[in-house]
């Protein structure tokens, strides 16, 4: 009775959080049908099949049958099994919505810093804006992109070395191609320059920022669709 009840509170706590979810945030379709798979495997380790093995097991134990008990045992363990190949399935399905909500986060932080820096650019051409301003959104751009590393790190620890080897290695490439394309210094660049009221090369290596930023993000995408 207690272990079924506690796949009773696993599965409604389950169903609470894919109501959140769907409440509260823009899950993709893929993600929301993984995890109305998990509850499909939840509600199937809740099965009658293993209270009726357990019953069993107790009854025969109750009236010291031999035969009875190693029939109950044989049941028992045969609904052991099915129920560790469901926790199984569900731990797998739940890594990997765990690593695509990962991903789907990175996407979109590399997407809205993108709009932001196209945003900027397009204010830094109009001469009424104030250039301490414009700094100012630049370093928020920067701080952006910060967060955007960290997530990515965070994704690739998520990974696991040997079944998302493919996908761990992608994402490590990447990563270094991000560090050797110098957007950081691009971004730093014209911050300076706006400060400076140099608009000209300010502008200049915005666009080379903007540049790289679709190019990362078109990748992020693609990574996240395979």
Known sequence: DTLMQQVDEVNQNFQNLIERMESNTNPSSDMLQKMQRIQELMEEINS????????QMQEAMENISMDELRR????FRFSLDDFEQKLEQTLDLLESVRLEQAMQKALQISEEMERMQENLNQRTSD????????ASDQESISQKYENLQQE???LQ???DPQKDREARQSLEQMRQD?????????????QQKLSENNRSAASQSQEEALRKMWQFT???QQMKES
């Open 152 to 154: 990515l790190q965070n």
């Open 218 to 220: 078109r990748r992020l």
């Open 178 to 190: 991000m560090q050797n394309s110098q957007l950081s210094s691009d971004l730093n660049q014209s």
């Open 72 to 75: 109950a045992m044989e049941n």
């Open 157 to 159: 620890n998520m990974m």
């Open 127 to 134: 001469q009424s804006q104030d250039n301490q301003r414009l």
């Open 48 to 55: 009658e099949g293993l209270q009726q093995a357990l019953e």
